[in-house]
């Protein structure tokens, strides 16, 4: 027989759409899958048998049994309605990784969550007056309280903060900024596109390391709206640098009856100073100092849900909430619950270093890093694990992540792991593509793992993870 008639003798074994879907009913498919989708991956895979058959020139009775094929449909359809979004095991030791989703929620919270999740709540309901509210008023005591500011506010991330901040005081007007703080931070948000954005005018000044006052005094003038100072985020210029502190520029701004707006970036609300950390001046100080206004994230340094906090200035923050752009970025009541029981935490300084994993994370001493790591190494060398892998355990560093803390190293323990039989990058494909993920670093042919960024149950699930690719 011809080749082109054993192809369209192949073809035309490819059963009708509707046998499938009758086989697919007898199996229990549309049980549990509606049946306009079952039907639809019922042709693509019929679509790929047929693409099999003619590029690869195969037989169809060797590519398709009716229970290989009920086996493949089955498998398409339960990984389309499995979550694409996950929990990952964090063996990185980067605190908020941004990746990963930056800062986890203290568990004591959750349930909080989860009923607020359920039910309807009073998002925008004023319980006393039984009449509307602002949905972030429950916030604003908590945030004013934390930080000494007169009001505050919250939208959905920093970078909303900043761009309302903007389009709210200095549309059509000037925003003096350094060049040295021109940055851009991950996911290309870039200072002066959002100046551009908030429609508002550049006016750089200074040179890329040094930038004094006079700089800032020498640009303003009658259209000038804003000064801005700005966290430089995941760098730092070192040498022959100057820039000018907060403190000063809000003398300046006094002087000249314009706002002083500070993007802190991450936003600190404990004082991790006692701790070592340093280079990240709480809120509150920022406050004390002068600004007008400052704005920073909710999920870095604060540990919260995803949000962008502004305090400041009363009469400023009122403008900032009447702005037609703030609608467009309110959080929704997930990010207001989260929020508000965190920033309780806040409260007890003690508390939150205990509480929120972030905080809890960063703060770690020597001895419990070790400890950590000790332990992590006697679980995974268990059994047949010791005989495949090679452990050792070292000192390393961790970092904070998240733009926050950018030049602090933060001394750690590790442990290196490798095999004979399998190299790191087969291993580490093998342990980001379980079931549930585990996210390494890979060094000098060495899988590393950081204990700073792991939770009680993960060290158990990691060997078990190493005892199935022993299996294998």
């Not at 004013?144 to 919250?154: F, I, P, Q, S, Y």
């Not at 093998?430 to 993960?458: C, G, K, Q, S, Y």
Request: charged share 25%; proline share 5%.
């Amino acid at each position: 027989m011809k080749p082109e008639n054993d192809l369209q003798k192949s073809l035309s074994r490819l059963p009708a759409v509707d046998e499938l879907l009758h086989r697919a009913t007898e199996q229990g498919l549309l049980e549990c899958y509606p049946r306009t989708l079952v039907a639809e991956f019922i042709r693509g895979r019929l679509q790929k048998i047929k693409d099999r058959i003619i590029s690869q020139k195969v037989r169809f009775e060797d590519i398709y049994t009716p229970e290989s094929f009920t086996k493949a449909l089955r498998e398409d359809l339960e990984n389309f309605y499995r979550p694409k979004l996950k929990p990952v095991i964090n063996a990185t030791g980067v605190v908020v990784h941004t990746n990963l989703g930056r800062s986890s929620l203290a568990a004591e919270i959750l349930p909080h969550l989860s009923m607020i999740a359920g039910r309807y709540s009073n998002l925008e309901y004023d319980l006393e007056a039984g009449g509307r509210s602002i949905r972030y008023a429950n916030v604003e005591e908590l945030l004013c309280r934390l930080t000494g500011a007169e009001a505050a506010m919250v939208v959905n991330n920093n970078a909303g903060a900043v761009l309302l901040s903007l389009s709210a005081l200095a549309s059509g007007r000037e925003v003096v900024v350094s060049r040295g703080e021109l940055v851009e931070i991950g996911g290309a948000f870039r200072i002066p596109e959002v100046i551009v954005q908030g429609g508002a005018i550049l006016r750089e000044v200074g040179a890329t390391n040094r930038t004094h006052l006079h700089d800032y005094e020498d640009a303003i003038n009658e259209n000038t709206a804003v000064l801005l100072k700005v966290h430089t985020s995941n760098y730092r210029i070192s040498g022959y640098t100057k820039q000018v502190e907060a403190r000063e520029l809000t003398v300046l701004g006094r002087k000249y009856g314009i706002p002083v707006v500070e993007d802190l970036g991450s936003g600190c609300l404990t004082d991790l100073k006692p701790f070592g950390l340093t280079g990240e001046p709480t809120v509150k100080e920022v406050i004390k100092g002068g600004v007008s206004l400052a704005t920073f994230s909710g999920d870095k340094l604060l540990g919260g849900p995803q949000a962008g906090i502004i305090v400041g200035s009363v009469k400023l923050v009122d403008e900032l909430k009447k702005h037609p752009l703030n609608r467009a970025l309110r959080i929704d009541k997930m990010t207001l619950a989260g929020l508000e029981e965190i920033l309780k935490l806040h409260l007890d300084p003690a508390v939150a270093v205990d509480r929120i994993p972030t905080l809890k994370m960063l703060t770690l001493s020597d001895a419990e890093l070790k400890g950590r790591a000790q332990r992590l190494k006697r679980i995974i060398g268990r059994g047949d694990q010791e005989k495949l892998f090679e452990i050792e355990l070292k000192p390393g560093i961790s970092r904070a992540g998240g733009g926050a803390l950018p030049l602090v190293e933060l001394p750690t323990w590790l442990v290196f792991l490798r095999s004979g039989s399998a190299n790191p990058v087969q291993l580490e494909r093998r342990l980001r593509r379980r079931p549930l993920p585990i996210i390494v670093r890979i060094v000098d042919d060495w899988l590393v793992f950081d204990p700073r960024t792991l939770f009680n149950d993960d060290y158990r699930e990691i060997s078990r993870a190493l005892q199935e690719i022993c299996r294998r």
